[in-house]
């Protein structure tokens, strides 16, 4: 027996060693990311896949030699809070974020380039595959309490928002708020209703349509006035100004903290739950520092900071909405997550083939 535990305590030593290092040798800033491929193989998957007592504290020795994390997301957290928090967390690695709502394109183009760059990839999930042609699985004791819809070998959910009905509060009286989808319906309201085209109309479109019937969506159609280039945060401005009493698919992340702002929203079954995933490259040029950021975006630190920022945690039990709503209990909503096979697979599609239907469903109904 004491054999067997200096065995495992030598060995424990030994990958310690060598990925503090090997690793120490990928600190550089080579943009052709020959500094990430040198470690090799191995020594990239210990990292990924280390599952030591020490591992914070040997992620981060590397990642102090290693400099800094690149991170390309389309979160405007990142900026503010997220690059606060990590870097006072963990002083000596800098976060260089790159914001963009089309990062994922930037991306794209260096790696079909060869230009290894990026870190971590932080955004909406569908917008680039996650799988081993441009990220490698990775695993993190801070992946425990996730979502199962969120949790994946290539990638974890770490925000999102919860798309539903909002109204003005001022010009519908509480007594009179729908309770279903089927309320909007109600002749009296017919004009009073706006929402957001793209991505968050071709989701509500379908988690509605799956659950009620074509039938119901085309009736719901006929009633809703899209609002051709107008964001869900748009919608939400337009319902405040008093433009319209109804918002058809806005953003939890919309609900003010400001009591005398007469912005209501409400839960209806079913809504969608649209979340940031976050992936780390397979060329990542700083893959401990990259570990580490994933690592502490899961941690209860990071999740916080996610949340004050409006944004709901993707962890089970935690807040899905920016401030408490008196009234309202999370677990018994209906939510269809974005990136659940259960959602965009009901049919046997791949997630392109889901996205391509409804968006022409959409289209055909409400445009």
């Known amino acids: 027996m004491l054999l067997k535990s200096r065995y495992r305590q030598l060995s424990a030593a030994l990958l310690v ?14 943009e052709t990311g020959s500094a990430a491929t040198s470690s090799g193989g191995l020594e990239r998957n210990a990292i990924m896949n280390y599952e030591g007592s020490d591992r914070e504290a040997v992620l981060y020795e590397c990642a102090k030699k290693e400099g800094e994390v690149v991170y390309y997301t389309s979160l405007g957290a990142a900026k503010t809070v997220l690059k606060e928090g990590f870097q006072a967390k963990y ?7 790159f914001i963009d709502a089309a990062i994922g394109e930037r991306l794209v183009s260096e790696e079909t380039a060869g230009r290894h760059v990026v870190d971590v990839y932080g955004d909406l999930y569908g917008r680039v595959p996650r799988d081993d042609n441009y990220f490698v699985s990775f695993k993190s004791p801070n992946r425990e309490g996730l979502i199962p819809a969120l949790d994946d070998p290539y990638y974890a959910g770490t925000g999102g928002f919860i798309l539903s009905l909002a109204y003005n ?13 089927e309320d909007l319906l109600d002749p009296k309201w017919k004009g009073q209703i706006i929402g957001a085209g793209g991505s968050t109309a071709t989701f509500m479109s379908a988690a509605i ?15 809703v006035q899209i609002q051709a280039g107008v964001t869900s945060g748009g919608i939400a401005d337009l319902l405040v100004a008093g433009q319209a009493k109804f918002g058809w698919n806005v953003s939890s992340t919309n609900i003010s903290k400001d009591a005398n702002t007469p912005f209501g929203w409400i839960p209806l079954d079913p809504m969608v739950a649209h979340y940031q ?3 780390i490259s397979k060329s990542a040029p700083h893959p ?16 916080k900071a ?3 920022f409006g944004r709901s945690s993707s962890k089970q039990g935690k807040p899905l909405l920016p401030v408490e709503v008196p009234g309202q209990d999370p677990s018994s909503w209906n939510l269809k ?10 049919d046997g599609d791949t997630f392109d083939a889901f996205v391509e239907k409804w968006t022409k469903t959409y289209q055909d109904l409400f445009e």
């Open 288 to 303: 401990c520092a990259a570990m580490l950021y994933v690592d502490w975006l899961l941690s209860d630190e990071g999740q």
């Open 91 to 97: 002083p000596g690695v800098k976060l260089t974020e």
């Open 209 to 223: 349509g799956q659950e009620k019937g074509l039938d119901f969506l085309e009736q719901l159609s006929d009633v």
């Open 337 to 346: 997550f974005v990136t659940d096979e259960a959602f965009y697979g009901k």
């Open 169 to 181: 509060s001022k010009l519908v009286p509480a007594a009179e708020v729908p309770k279903t989808w």
């Open 17 to 30: 060693s060598s990925l503090t290092l090997t690793l120490a040798a990928c600190g550089g800033n080579d």
């Open 277 to 279: 995933v976050d992936s």
């Open 306 to 308: 996610i949340n004050d």
